[in-house]
């Protein structure tokens, strides 16, 4: 069996550090083992999902998505569509919170007038004096 180690030829060390290696002709970055194309990849997939999943009635996840992926989409040499993507799950969630807010304005301040709908989406009834 053969260690792997991680000294270069000069013997110093590389543990952590980016090297840069050569596939057909194209140079690409690693750190860490993975390379950073395919970390370019895992993201730009994962705000994908991200954004489409937030329509499934899940605005919340429209504001993760921008949140975690807001300063990636910045660094330079980023993916354009990185950046699309970040910056449309922004739209999303700040669409969905208004949407958010004016149902609960819309509903505390009429649901009494609904009649029995209006009674039937609330969790807590007020007594009929408390109104």
Do not use: N
């Amino acid at each position: 069996m053969s260690a792997v180690t991680d000294v270069a030829v000069d013997g110093t060390s590389t543990r952590g550090k980016p090297s840069v290696e050569s596939f057909d002709g194209i140079e690409v970055s690693t750190i860490g083992g993975s390379s950073v194309s395919e970390q370019a990849a895992l993201d730009l997939r994962v705000a994908r999902r991200m954004f489409y999943g937030g329509f499934a009635a899940l605005p919340w996840l429209w504001f993760v998505a921008w949140v975690h992926f807001r300063k990636p989409a910045r660094q330079p040499g980023a993916d354009p569509q990185l950046k699309k993507y970040a910056d449309r799950s922004l739209v999303g969630a700040i669409c969905g919170g208004v949407a958010l807010v004016a149902w609960i304005v819309a509903v505390q301040l009429s649901w009494h007038s609904w009649g029995d709908f209006g009674v039937s989406i609330m969790l807590v009834v007020p007594d009929d004096g408390d109104v």
